[in-house]
């Protein structure tokens, strides 16, 4: 016990002199700071940013490309709430339960104070959440070392259900089809088993399948610049700030309700592809109906502000939780990071705590020094930042299309790529004006792989019976899990139906 | 009334086309080569995958045609609400800025220097979105250009395409 506990002393030690060395540290503030000002201006989003970075790592050291990645990721999740706030236009889509109360709180000239709620809120969350990813993921390592075919090939499943099933406002039938998408996105390209060409159609580029990284900064780079200059609305900024430090009294009102949003929005991050923006409204949700003043949420209340802030952040290290054990990322930003460190020759998974044990503790120091220089920079450039939303999107957005092509074109250095992102980048355009979720597309091409062939494996061991899966207690219980998110998905498909049926038109 | 008939109208197409591509899918799948059994040939997974998205279609098929899709349907592709579609800005503006994108990744890039490409198509498009005038349209696309291919190339060490 006591060899085992010095141990993973030790990982932490040698873990925390990476992050803590040069220039991790100064590269983890400067993206940080870099976050806070992408998740700021609408339209950015952390995953969109992530997505056109990963490329910029291929050249740095492992610990530098986490240092920048998580610096962005954590900076722009919580950036968000400037613009929510100040224009009542989230940043980021998980910044949208933020502008509920934030905006009510910035025209009653409370702006600089709900920001720095917002900030303190954010730091509370990460901090949960790192916590969690801590204490958490080394239990979960034994448990998914038991894993087999059968568990790996239904944890995708259940991954791209459940993903379907909580990212889609409309039925979870469109987040399933859309995962389904992804899964078959997967199959394109020579097989894994026998190298047999799958809808390839002759094609030499497609043999070798859909780049990940292309598709994913087609469907959040292309898609949402369409989005954002399909529309020529122009926002007002409330100009009155006010004092941007929270009184003491004030965060200590706030204090338990972060604490909750923090366990809540960290055990969301932990589902597969839920993601920061389910987490927010989730948090908000129950923060209205567990507190006293409930009634006052949505009318200006820190509380509800608070509740959404620090369970968007929260996620973040929740995310990291099944991404570390099971390469299964719990939102589509943390699904940028797995690509990025597979680049980098990090395989997580059970195997992971054997092959780079201190990985999961360089997550946690990075996360660390990202969250307080979140605290820090995010506070001390509230004044400036509300500069930087008045930035003009008819420049900045066309701008972002050259780093795109060249973000897709780099991993391979493949022009077929690039053709590869725009298509996919089209796609998800149009499936996001039919109200269909991205984040189970980005889940299936990542899971797909690992879906084939655990479920071929599985019925070739069981000689095509799924009844050795009826011996397997984690099988059975991810196969309830997929059963009843199934039904209860069909349920809430009718109920919606039934409701919006019942509308007036 | 006109959002539920989109809605309607696009559950039914998508139901149509799911179908047809779980059909494709299975008919697919089926002609690939099977090695030792189909349980671990190339085309199984696909083949499932056939399957569920045959069910996905079906499902959505009789849901919108329950919803009333097919008169929002004929509706939808009546001539005016189709030239009432076409001549929507919001729609207008997307195909414009995609065809500036088409031109951009598909007509120059990798024919002339990436600069001059970036060049080419931030002018296009500033100038298309109205977005400054004409002066600082052609300094911020001269500037955006060059910075990003020195910055991409010398800094980062990154091909250009």
């Known amino acids: ?505 | 009334m006109s959002q539920i008939k989109k809605t309607t109208a696009s559950d039914l197409i998508m139901g149509v086309l799911l179908l047809a591509f779980g059909i494709y899918l299975i008919v697919e799948s089926l002609s690939m080569k099977v090695f030792n059994s189909f349980l671990d040939a190339p085309g199984f997974f696909p083949f499932i995958l056939g399957i569920i998205f045959c069910l996905f279609g079906i499902v959505m098929l009789v849901g919108s045609i329950r919803g009333g899709s097919v008169a929002a349907t004929k509706a939808t592709f009546r001539k005016d609400n189709l030239i009432a579609l076409f001549l929507n800005p919001e729609s207008k503006r997307v195909v414009i800025l995609s065809f500036f994108m088409v031109v951009y990744i598909y007509g120059l890039i990798g024919r002339i220097h990436f600069a001059i490409a970036t060049f080419l198509y931030l002018v296009v498009t500033f100038w298309y979105l109205k977005s400054t005038t004409w002066l600082k349209n052609v300094i911020i696309s001269v500037l955006s250009a060059l910075l990003i291919s020195a910055i991409f190339q010398y800094v980062f060490k990154i091909p250009l395409p």
């Open chain 1, 1 to 505: 016990m006591f060899e085992a506990f010095a141990q993973q002393f030790a990982l932490f030690g040698s873990a925390a002199a990476q992050a803590f060395g040069f220039p991790q540290v100064f590269v983890t503030m400067i993206a940080t700071v870099a976050g806070i000002v992408v998740g700021a201006v609408p339209g950015l989003t952390a995953t969109m940013a992530l997505a056109l970075l990963i490329n910029l790592t291929y050249s740095m050291q492992l610990a530098t490309a986490v240092a920048f990645l998580l610096g962005v990721y954590v900076g722009a999740v919580m950036g968000g709430c400037y613009s929510a706030i100040m224009i009542n236009i989230p940043g980021t889509p998980s910044a949208a339960a933020t502008a509920l109360d934030g905006f009510i709180l910035a025209k009653q000239g409370h702006g600089g104070q709900a920001i720095g709620v917002g900030i303190i809120a954010s730091f509370v969350g990460t901090l949960i959440s790192i916590l969690l990813l801590i204490f958490l993921t080394p239990f979960l390592y034994k448990i998914a070392l038991k894993f087999g075919q059968w568990e790996y090939f239904l944890i995708s499943v259940f991954g791209i259900m459940i993903c379907g099933n909580l990212s889609t406002q409309s039925t979870p039938l469109k987040g399933w089809i859309v995962g389904f998408l992804g899964f078959f996105t997967a199959m394109i390209g020579l097989d894994a088993v026998y190298a047999f060409p799958r809808f390839t159609y002759g094609s030499y580029d497609l043999m070798g399948g859909i780049s990940l990284i292309p598709a994913l900064i087609g469907v959040f780079g292309i898609s949402e610049i369409l989005s954002v200059l399909q529309e020529d609305v122009p926002y007002s900024i409330e100009s009155q700030l006010g004092k941007v430090l929270p009184d003491k009294s004030m965060v200590k009102d706030v204090l338990s309700t972060a604490v909750r949003s923090g366990f809540i929005g960290s055990g969301i991050g932990a589902v597969p592809g839920a993601g920061e923006d389910i987490a927010a409204w989730v948090s908000y949700d129950v923060g209205k109906r567990r507190s006293k003043h409930g009634h006052l949420f949505g009318k200006g209340s820190y509380e509800g502000l608070a509740s959404a802030e620090t369970a968007n952040n929260a996620c973040i290290g929740g995310a990291m939780i099944p991404l570390l054990t099971l390469a299964v990322p719990g939102s589509p930003p943390a699904a940028m990071f797995l690509a990025a460190i597979w680049l980098h020759g990090i395989k997580p998974g059970p195997m992971l705590a054997l092959e780079s044990p201190d990985f999961l503790y360089l997550t946690a120091v990075t996360l660390l020094i990202a969250t307080a220089s979140m605290l820090v920079f995010g506070l001390l450039l509230t004044k400036p930042m509300v500069k930087v939303l008045k930035i003009n999107r008819k420049i900045l957005m066309p701008i972002i299309v050259p780093l795109t092509v060249i973000g897709a074109y780099a991993g391979n250095v493949n022009i077929f790529d690039i053709h590869v992102m725009f298509i996919f980048g089209i796609l998800g355009y149009i499936l996001r004006k039919l109200n269909y979720p991205m984040a189970p597309l980005v889940l299936g091409i990542i899971l797909g792989p690992t879906a084939d062939i655990s479920f071929r494996q599985a019925l070739m061991q069981g000689q095509g019976s799924i009844i050795p899966l009826l011996g397997r207690p984690v099988g059975i219980v991810l196969m309830v899990a997929i059963i009843w998110i199934f039904i209860s998905g069909v349920k809430n498909s009718r109920l919606q139906k039934n409701t919006s049926n019942n509308q007036p038109i």
